[in-house]
Nanobody
């Protein structure tokens, strides 16, 4: 059974930092491309950052230079370091892996709230 468990969300002041973690089990993690998505109320879920099995990363323009995605294959964990947070970064952040026959794997989400 595949499990993705996020942690590290919370409330932070604008300009602050948070580090999200996602621990994976039930998959061959080193062979699984991983990503972080987010969803704000009334908005569609959007891709924030992704990382290939080889470590190649990409980011949505709004977080470039502020967020860093990384992975530790020895720990089956993917991270999202978020710096210089803005109120518009407030969302539920989801860890995701690609892919099963039925599509992407998803975690349960972790709330990030950035106060102005």
């Amino acid at each position: 059974q595949v499990q993705l468990v996020e942690s590290g969300g919370g409330l932070v002041q604008a300009g602050g930092s948070l580090r999200l973690s996602c621990a994976a089990s039930g998959i061959i993690f080193a062979s699984t491309p991983m990503a972080w998505y987010r969803q704000s109320p009334g908005k569609q879920r959007e891709l924030v950052a992704d990382i290939s099995t080889g470590g190649t990363t990409s980011y949505v323009n709004s977080v470039k230079g502020r967020f860093t995605i990384s992975r530790d294959n020895a720990k089956n964990t993917v991270y999202l370091q978020m710096n210089s947070l803005k109120p518009e970064d407030t969302a539920v952040y989801y860890c995701s892996g690609c892919c099963s026959l039925r599509g992407r794997y998803w975690g349960q989400g972790t709330q990030v709230t950035v106060a102005a």
